[in-house]
Every structure is written in structure tokens, then in C-alpha cells.
């Protein structure tokens, strides 16, 4: 699936119209058209109000990866669910399970790889900055996600159920 059949597979999800979401990204409605026809592709700083806009991370929208239901409340260190008006307050950052961090800290690699790789200084300078995106995105994730392993490894050891089970 494509970066655009991602981004009108969510709005329509959400039931949402394209000007709706040109409104809510500061993008005009024909620039909605053109990435889901993917006739353009959104620069980083897009895909990343885009994402924001579908209450998604931008890991899906570029890549397809990194779809989250849960999250973590860096305030309280807990999971809670996905309230929009959470997010917006920038307390809250997706809980992936462990393959999803697998499989996106696999990505980047893909992607670092990529971009060292690639010859033409153009689309290295785009791998770069997605590279650079992504990168930001994942390394909160991880260290919320290590959190709280260790507080459920502490609750087994409270309820003495030993952690190798």
C-alpha cells in the first residue's frame, strides 16, 4: 500500500473529506489529491501535520509501519487510550508492542543504509530527512516502552511470579 492509499484509507476511516483533512494538516485541498493519488508525495514536515491530522503516527503514513492503538502518558508513565485532545497536548507518545519497535528500529536501519547509499544528493537528502523523522519519533517510544516493562517485571516480582516464566 502507498503513502497515499494510507493516508485515504484513514481519512475515510475517520469519515472525514479531503478538505476536512486539508484544513486540519494547513494544506490545500488539492495538495490532499494529488498524495492520495500519490501524483505528489508529502515533504516531512507535511506528512508529519498529515499524520497528526489522522490521530496516526507518521511511521504508518510514510512506511506502512508503526501503527499504534495505545499509548503512553509521559506525565503519569502509564498506557491510556488514544484521546485526540491528549495527543495534541504532547503528553502522550505511541506504545507499541515489541515487534512494532522491532520491525520500525529495522526500518531506520533500512533507511540509514539507504541514504549513505544512495548517489543522488536529492533523494539522500530526503532519506536523510526521514531518517532524521522517524529517528525522533522512536527513541521516546523505546525508552516509554522500557519503562514500562521494568514496572510490569517489578508487579511480578510484587506478586512473586518469577519474571522467567
Do not use: C, W
Request: proline share 5%.
Amino acid at each position: 500500500m502507498s503513502i497515499g492509499e494510507r493516508i485515504r484509507q484513514k481519512r475515510k476511516e475517520l469519515k472525514m473529506t479531503q478538505a476536512e483533512l486539508a484544513a486540519k494538516a494547513g494544506v490545500s485541498r488539492q495538495s490532499v489529491v494529488k498524495y492520495e493519488r500519490d501524483e505528489r508525495t508529502p515533504p516531512v514536515d507535511i506528512a508529519n501535520r498529515i499524520a497528526d491530522a489522522l490521530d496516526e503516527s507518521v511511521s504508518y503514513i510514510s512506511s506502512g509501519k508503526g501503527h499504534y492503538k495505545h499509548y503512553y502518558d509521559m506525565e503519569t508513565g502509564r498506557p491510556t487510550a488514544n484521546p485526540p485532545d491528549f495527543m495534541r497536548e504532547g503528553r502522550a507518545v505511541p506504545l507499541p508492542t515489541a515487534k512494532n519497535i522491532r520491525d520500525n528500529l529495522e526500518y531506520l536501519q533500512q533507511l540509514k543504509a539507504l541514504a549513505e547509499s544512495e548517489t543522488d544528493a536529492a533523494k539522500r537528502s530526503d532519506l536523510k530527512k526521514e531518517y532524521s523523522a522517524l529517528r525522533l519519533e522512536i527513541v521516546p517510544i523505546v525508552h516509554a516502552f522500557f519503562n514500562s516493562a521494568m514496572e510490569l517485571i517489578g508487579k511480578l516480582a510484587e506478586l512473586g511470579i518469577p519474571d522467567d516464566f
